[in-house]
T-cell receptor
Framework: KQEVTQIPAALSVPEGENLVLNCSFT??????LQWFRQDPGKGLTSLLL?????REQTSGRLNASLDKSSGRSTLYIAASQPGDSATYLC??????????FGQGTRLTINP | DAGVIQSPRHEVTEMGQEVTLRCKPI?????LFWYRQTMMRGLELLIY????????DSGMPEDRFSAKMPNASFSTLKIQPSEPRDSAVYFC?????????????FGEGSRLTVL
């Protein structure tokens, strides 16, 4: 079964720290992996998409890496800010158009 | 572009009533998806369309759920009759292309409460 797991479910860190969010998946034959951010009561905002042939993508203070052989992706957030507080979701596309989502990591940045 | 637009944002209804949720995808996108999000089950794909044609509806929970896409700029998700267990946030999303590309963009969601 193709599954996506995100650990931990919640993370709280002081402002200014660099942090890493983890995503693992069960089948390495992926099409792509996408990281989203979700604020309370809001929709999902796409942060980064890594294609199967890529190893990483960067956008501002965010860097996402992909290691298909180990079934892992990480989202690195540099110099965290209170505005980064949200739930971060990882989603993997294995075929057709079906994205399978992890349960998310709820991130709190403390001022 | 205005992004994916959903309506209504909030819907409160009584058990047995018909509910219709609406979605306008991003102009030019050829894929449209309906997801449901609950605390217990997370995000679940209900159905998706390609060029207005339903491709996979295996995630639709029951015959009470139906979805249509009459044209490239409009889709509906209908629940008839609604039940309390249908309470959730329903998201519409769209993307352009398939394969390795095809970044998914979500609407703000429709929060449904069935009493």
């Amino acid at each position: 079964k193709q599954e996506v797991t995100q650990i931990p479910a919640a993370l709280s860190v002081p402002e200014g720290e660099n942090l890493v969010l983890n995503c693992s998946f069960t089948d390495s034959a992926i099409y792509n992996l996408q990281w989203f951010r979700q604020d309370p009561g809001k929709g999902l905002t796409s942060l980064l998409l890594i294609q199967s042939s890529q190893r990483e993508q960067t956008s501002g203070r965010l860097n996402a890496s992909l290691d298909k052989s180990s079934g892992r992706s990480t989202l690195y957030i540099a110099a965290s800010q209170p505005g980064d507080s949200a739930t971060y979701l990882c989603a993997v596309k294995w075929g057709a158009q079906k994205l399978v989502f992890g349960q998310g990591t709820r991130l709190t940045i403390n001022p | 572009d205005a992004g994916v637009i959903q309506s209504p944002r909030h819907e409160v209804t009584e058990m047995g009533q018909e509910v219709t949720l609406r979605c306008k995808p991003i102009s030019g996108h050829d894929y449209l998806f309906w997801y449901r999000q609950t605390m217990m089950r997370g995000l679940e794909l209900l159905i998706y369309f390609n060029n207005n044609v339903p491709i996979d509806d295996s995630g639709m929970p029951e015959d009470r759920f139906s979805a249509k896409m009459p044209n490239a700029s409009f889709s509906t998700l209908k629940i008839q009759p609604s039940e309390p267990r249908d309470s959730a946030v329903y998201f519409c999303a769209s993307s352009l292309g398939a394969g390795e590309t095809g970044e998914l963009f979500f609407g703000e969601g429709s929060r449904l409460t069935v009493l």
